[in-house]
């Protein structure tokens, strides 16, 4: 699978290629990810499926609100309401340039996000879905998550992009031997200094 980091603005290109420039498989593009030809764009959506707002907004204005409408029936019906941060669903667009979105909420509802390792959940639950799903993906393209609202720095989203890629597609860490390496890892993806959540929250 390919994979396209996509960048509207150049510190966030920055960050992709610092990040993420090294793997097999993964380019930069500096531009809009609806000029990039690939089989599915990246949804940073929200858990209810609302695309009103933000890189949202530009996809249901580009593919048609019918995108926003099929991802709500799917949220309802598979989902019981709620597309779970670290779920993923794959709707139609009906365009040939692009046939699929993949929606991966970074946030239940639009909020900033701090400490947050989302972004990773994010762009895991869609590499696992564009990987194992029923549709055919072998070009990916993704857009900053949670860099809008979320207030995400480009880096650690870079930083947790690479670890999602690392993490399905190229090199899996093995399981955890205790909570403590869990924890760790967990921390790593937003910092440099691992603590006990427990009692230093």
């Not at 610092?18 to 690939?38: A, P």
């Not at 549709?135 to 609202?149: Q, S």
């Not at 690479?162 to 760790?184: D, G, M, T, Y």
């Amino acid at each position: 699978m390919e994979i396209i980091l996509v960048a509207r603005d150049v510190p966030l290109a920055r960050a992709w290629g610092k990040f993420c420039g090294d793997l097999e498989g993964v380019s930069v593009h500096l531009g809009s990810i609806l000029e990039v030809r690939c089989d599915a764009v990246v949804s940073p959506a929200n858990s209810f499926g609302f695309m009103d707002g933000g890189i949202d907004l530009l996809n249901s204005n580009f593919f048609g609100w019918h995108v926003q409408e099929r991802l709500q029936t799917l949220i309802k019906e598979r989902h019981h309401g709620e597309l779970l941060v670290g779920t993923a669903e794959i709707v139609e667009t009906d365009n040939a340039m692009i046939p699929y979105l993949i929606a991966a909420p970074t946030m239940r509802v639009p909020m900033i996000l701090r400490d947050s390792v989302n972004p990773y959940l994010a762009a895991r639950a869609a590499i696992l879905l564009a990987k194992h799903g029923k549709a055919k993906i072998e070009r990916l393209a993704f857009p900053g998550l949670g860099t809008g609202v979320g207030r995400v720095p480009p880096e650690i989203c870079a930083q947790q992009m690479r670890a999602a890629i690392e993490e399905v597609l190229l090199n899996p860490a093995p399981f955890p031997a205790s909570w403590w390496e869990a924890a760790q890892r967990h921390q790593r993806l937003y910092g440099d200094h691992p603590r006990d959540l427990q009692f230093d929250g």
